[in-house]
C-alpha cells in the first residue's frame, strides 16, 4: 500500500513537471514575435497599428475557438488533447519562419493561437482531474509560474539567436521544443489514476454540458468577469512590454533580456507565492472562502502602482515596479484558477475556464488595439497603464459579489455560496 501510494505520488508530480513544462512552451512560442519586433519591423515596414494588429488578431482567434476547445477537452480528455495541441501549435510556430508578407505571419498566427487555446481549460482539468485539493493550489501556482520562466528564458535566448542565425532560426528553434514534450506527455497519464474518474474516460455516464444552467450558474460568471477585467493586463503587458523598454529608455535588440527576465522573474514569484499560501492558511483553519479571497486583496493592492513605471528614471526601477504588478498579477490568478478547479464540479471545469478565457482574451484584444491607437496618435503608455493598476479590486468585488462564500461543489454539482439564478 505504501509503494502504491508513494508511486502515485511521483506520478501526480510528474504531471505536475509536464504541464509546468507545456505552459512554458506556449509562452516561449507566443513571445518570440513581440522580442523580434525591431527587427520585423525593419524587414517588414510594420507600424505600431499593424504590430497591434498582429497580437489581436492573435487573441481574437484564440476568443472565437476557446469555447470549441473547452468542450473537447472535456469530451477527449486531457491526454489526447493536450498532446494534439502541442503539436499543432508547434507546426504553427515554425511556420513564421517560412512567412514573408503580413497575411502570412497572421495565417500562422491564427493557427498558433487556436492551438494554444487549448493549454489553459486542458491545464486546470488536469489540476482537477488528478490532483487531491491539497495538492491542487500547489500544482496550479506552479503552472502559473511556468509562463514566466518561459517569458525569463525567451528574451535571454532569443535575441543572441536571432542576432547570430536569423529571425527565422528563432521561429524553428522554439517550435521544435514542442514535440520533445510530446515524446515525454503521452506515456505519462496512462497509469495515473484520477481523484475523480475524467469524464472521457467513462462515456457511458456523461451527459452533455447544459449551456443555459451553465449560464445561470453564478459560479461561471463569477470566474468570467474577472477574467474579463485582469486578463487585459496580462496579455497587454506580454506583447507590449519589450517595446515599452525599447522606446521609452532606448534599449536595442540586445539589451532588452535582462529588465524582461527581471519582470518575469518576479511574476514567477508571485505565482509560487499564492500556491503555497493557499495550504497554509487551511492549515491554520481559515475557511476556503478567506484563504482564497484575502490573498487576492493582497495582491490587487500590490498592482495599484503599475503607472509609475512610465516616470521611473531608469529601465531597471521600471522593471522592478512593473515586475511588482506581474508578481501581484500572477499571485491573484493563481488563485483566480484555484478557484475555479475547488468550486466547478470536474466534469465541466474546462469549459468555464475555456468561457474566462474567451473573456479574457477579448479585453486583451482591445487593450493591445487600443494601445496599438494611443501610441501611434501620441499619447504614449499612461492610459493602459491607469486601466492597469485598478482592474484587480474591480475584479474582486465583482468574485465576491457572484460568489459571497465559496464551497465546495457537491456531487450533484449545485452552486454555491447562492443557489444558481439568473445573473
Not at 515586475?323 to 500572477?330: K, M, R, W
Request: proline fraction near 6%; hydrophobic fraction near 55%.
Amino acid at each position: 500500500m505504501h509503494d502504491s501510494a508513494s508511486r502515485a505520488r511521483r506520478l501526480r508530480r510528474l504531471l505536475v513537471a509536464l504541464v509546468f513544462c507545456a505552459a512554458a512552451l506556449n509562452y516561449v512560442d507566443r513571445q518570440v514575435l513581440a522580442l523580434l519586433k525591431p527587427i520585423l519591423q525593419a524587414e517588414f515596414d510594420w507600424g505600431d497599428q499593424d504590430f497591434a494588429h498582429l497580437g489581436s488578431v492573435f487573441q481574437l482567434s484564440a476568443a472565437i475557438a476557446l469555447p470549441f476547445v473547452g468542450w473537447l477537452v472535456d469530451r477527449i480528455g486531457v491526454r489526447w488533447g493536450y498532446a494534439i495541441a502541442v503539436a499543432v501549435w508547434s507546426l504553427a510556430g515554425m511556420a513564421h519562419a517560412f512567412a514573408t508578407s503580413m497575411q502570412q505571419f497572421v495565417a500562422a498566427r491564427v493557427v498558433l493561437a487556436v492551438a494554444e487555446a487549448v493549454h489553459t481549460p486542458a491545464a486546470v482539468k488536469s489540476m482537477a482531474t488528478y490532483l487531491p485539493l491539497r495538492e491542487r493550489s500547489l500544482g496550479i501556482g506552479l503552472m502559473n509560474t511556468a509562463p514566466n520562466v518561459g517569458a525569463i528564458l525567451t528574451p535571454l535566448l532569443i535575441p543572441p539567436v536571432a542576432l547570430a542565425f536569423g529571425w527565422k532560426a528563432a521561429f524553428l528553434v522554439t517550435g521544435a521544443l514542442g514535440f520533445v514534450w510530446i515524446a515525454f506527455w503521452w506515456p505519462s497519464l496512462r497509469q495515473l489514476q484520477p481523484v475523480q474518474a475524467e469524464p472521457a474516460a467513462q462515456p457511458q455516464r456523461r451527459e452533455p454540458v447544459r449551456w443555459a444552467s451553465l449560464f445561470r450558474d453564478r459560479r461561471t460568471w463569477a470566474f468570467v468577469g474577472a477574467k474579463l477585467l485582469v486578463d487585459q493586463v496580462w496579455w497587454f503587458l506580454l506583447f507590449w512590454t519589450p517595446d515599452f523598454f525599447h522606446r521609452v529608455f532606448g534599449m536595442g535588440q540586445g539589451q532588452l533580456g535582462w529588465p524582461i527576465a527581471i519582470v518575469y522573474s518576479m511574476a514567477a514569484a508571485g505565482a509560487l507565492s499564492s500556491g503555497l499560501l493557499f495550504p497554509r492558511l487551511l492549515e491554520r483553519g481559515i475557511t476556503m472562502d478567506r484563504a482564497r479571497k484575502l490573498p487576492m486583496l493582497a495582491y490587487a493592492l500590490l498592482i495599484l502602482p503599475l503607472p509609475l513605471a512610465i516616470a521611473a528614471g531608469s529601465p531597471w526601477t521600471a522593471a522592478l515596479v512593473i515586475g511588482l504588478a506581474l508578481f501581484a498579477h500572477q499571485g491573484f490568478m493563481t488563485n483566480l484558477f484555484g478557484l475555479a478547479a475547488d468550486v466547478v464540479p470536474p466534469a465541466i471545469v474546462a469549459t468555464v475556464v475555456a468561457l474566462g478565457a474567451v473573456a479574457g482574451n477579448l479585453s486583451g484584444t482591445a487593450m493591445i488595439e487600443f494601445a496599438g491607437w494611443s501610441l501611434a496618435h501620441g499619447h504614449g503608455y499612461w492610459p493602459m497603464f491607469a486601466i492597469c493598476g485598478c482592474a484587480y479590486l474591480l475584479a474582486l468585488g465583482w468574485i465576491h459579489l457572484m460568489l459571497p462564500r465559496l464551497q465546495l461543489p457537491g456531487g450533484d454539482g449545485a452552486a454555491i455560496g447562492l443557489p444558481p439564478r439568473q445573473v
